[in-house]
């Protein structure tokens, strides 16, 4: 119970510093992905391949990935360390004094963060697919990366191979609301240098690595809705059924 606490304040703790610095609009997240098998395992695959590294699952097991369609050997063949086992839980081997030396603060655990990450500007999810999407290169930052939602953000772009480098164009305008102080206004990206996948590719791998930390954050959710939508009809029925049953009983009651 204490490590989920310290989880979901350390989640929340970094979204809410996060928030309190966007400066645009949040996406909208595809939420189809959420129940499409092979997108949840494309996400998967990414999420062990660039986010593991720092970030750790600590409460979801290896094994928990057979709910969206994988086998223990795919499992086993393509998403463990050599020393991992498929039960294990989805853990770093990085030191957190290591890690807060490097990027200034130790990375969240990303198990809850979908769920953790909401606010009024939108949901976790749709937080995360612009965060994804918005990183730039910044000279000026220790990692060289920096972004437009999470201004300053410790950590580096971990997928700039797959979305290539790009540069944020800003223009100076006056403030609407301090008349005689200029503001920077984001105006757009410009591509530096390629990377491996076109920006239409890269959108649709970031909402499958979205989608599968929504998924994480709780693996039951689309049982726990056809759920709740049988138990509103048996509801409905069971209503129909005992207003039907009181006339019968009161009808001979003047």
């Known amino acids: ?22 400066v645009m609009v949040l996406d909208k997240f595809p939420k189809e992905r959420v ?6 395992q494309n996400g998967a695959k990414l999420f ?3 986010c593991l ?5 600590s409460f979801m097991r290896f094994n928990r990935l057979k709910d969206i369609g994988l086998t223990d050997q795919q499992i086993k063949d393509n998403l463990l360390f050599p020393t991992d086992k498929v039960g294990d839980v989805m853990k770093v081997s990085l030191d957190p004094k290591d890690a807060k ?25 749709d937080y995360l697919y612009t965060y994804l999407r918005s990183f730039y290169r910044d000279e000026s930052r220790p990692t060289g990366w920096n972004n437009l939602v999470f201004p300053n953000v410790g950590m580096p772009h971990a997928l700039w191979e797959l979305q290539g480098q790009r540069a944020a164009k800003f223009v100076e305008k006056e403030d609407q ?8 206004e984001f105006e757009g990206f410009e591509q530096l240098t390629p990377g491996t996948l076109s920006p239409q590719a890269y959108d649709s791998a970031s909402a499958d690595l979205v989608a ?6 709780e693996p039951v959710q689309s049982q726990r809705s056809r759920l709740g939508v049988g138990v509103l009809i048996f509801l409905a029925i069971f209503t129909f059924i005992a207003w039907r049953l ?9």
């Open 1 to 22: 119970m204490k490590k989920i606490l310290a989880s979901l304040l350390a989640a929340f703790a970094l979204m809410s510093g996060a928030q309190a610095n966007t």
């Open 35 to 40: 129940t499409d098998l092979a997108a949840l």
């Open 48 to 50: 062990v391949n660039y």
């Open 53 to 57: 590294n720092c970030h750790s699952a």
């Open 101 to 125: 030396a490097w990027f200034g603060a130790t990375p969240p655990d990303l198990t809850l963060i979908a769920r953790s990450s909401a606010s009024s500007n939108g949901s976790g999810p």
């Open 177 to 184: 609301h301090n008349p005689g102080k200029k503001v920077h």
């Open 212 to 217: 599968y930390l929504q998924w994480m954050a």
């Open 246 to 254: 009181n006339a019968s009983f009161w009808k001979d009651v003047k």
